[in-house]
């Protein structure tokens, strides 16, 4: 079975940086893909990072300049470096990756969420 899990959040004032972390483990495995969506109180889960094993990356408006997400392959992690981190930024985020088992690939793969909340 494969499992993702965050690590990372906390509580930060308007301006700092959190780094976050999601590991997948599990049995035999290949990502094609992985990325990071966030849910705020009454609002739906939104899609804020994408990074694809082709080389490409991908940003909400909302984060485009402030937030870098990163992959160690090796090590099956992936990081999202926040910078500049607005009150607007504060919800739960998810790791979600794309993975092949066998010859099932599916994306519905997620970890249970770290919460990020920045407030003054």
């Known amino acids: 079975q494969v499992q993702l899990a965050e690590s990372g959040g906390g509580i930060v004032q308007p301006g700092g940086s959190l780094r976050l972390s999601c590991v997948v483990s599990g049995d035999s495995f290949t990502i094609y893909g992985m990325g990071w969506y966030r849910q705020a109180p009454g609002k739906q889960r939104d899609l804020v990072a994408i990074?694809?094993?082709?080389?490409?990356?991908w940003y909400e408006d909302s984060v485009r300049g402030r937030f870098t997400i990163s992959t160690d392959m090796a090590k099956s992690t992936m990081y999202l470096q926040m910078n500049n981190l607005k009150p607007e930024d504060t919800a739960v985020y998810y790791c979600?990756?794309?993975?092949?088992?066998?010859?099932?690939?599916?994306?519905?793969?997620w970890g249970q969420g770290t919460q990020v909340s920045v407030s003054s």
């Open positions: 979600n990756a794309d993975i092949k088992r066998g010859n099932v690939r599916a994306n519905g793969y």
């Open positions: 990074f694809s094993v082709g080389g490409n990356t």
